[in-house]
């Protein structure tokens, strides 16, 4: 079984197939970084119940650089920074 363990979550995450995310009697589960509906392949946490990472968001990099940014790098947060706002805006596009 494979085992994640850089993805920044403070404990180990394993790889679940099909028939163990089917048995974990959690039912349809979100994953904890994009919000979507995790399908098999995926990780899980050992240790916390209800964490789950689509392998494709476990596998995406906590940090980038991007050209329209080009002061430091952007870092991916587990939580919003700001509490007093609903969802962040990009300053360039205007999306959320």
């Avoid at 979100?30 to 509906?37: A, I, N, P, T, V």
């Avoid at 990472?53 to 990099?61: G, W």
């Avoid at 920074?81 to 962040?88: F, G, I, L």
Wanted: charged letters at 20%; a negative charge.
């Amino acid at each position: 079984m494979e085992e994640l363990k850089n993805y920044g979550h403070q404990h180990p995450l394993l790889m679940l197939n099909e028939e163990q995310l089917l048995g974990n009697g959690n039912g349809v589960v979100d994953c904890s970084r994009c919000g979507e509906k995790v399908s098999a392949p995926c990780f899980s946490c050992v240790e916390c119940s209800g964490f789950y990472l689509h392998k494709t968001c476990a596998q995406a990099p906590l940090e980038l650089n991007h050209p329209f940014h080009r002061h430091h790098p952007l870092l991916l947060l587990q939580t919003p920074p700001y509490t007093s706002y609903t969802r962040c805006v990009c300053d360039f596009c205007d999306e959320t």
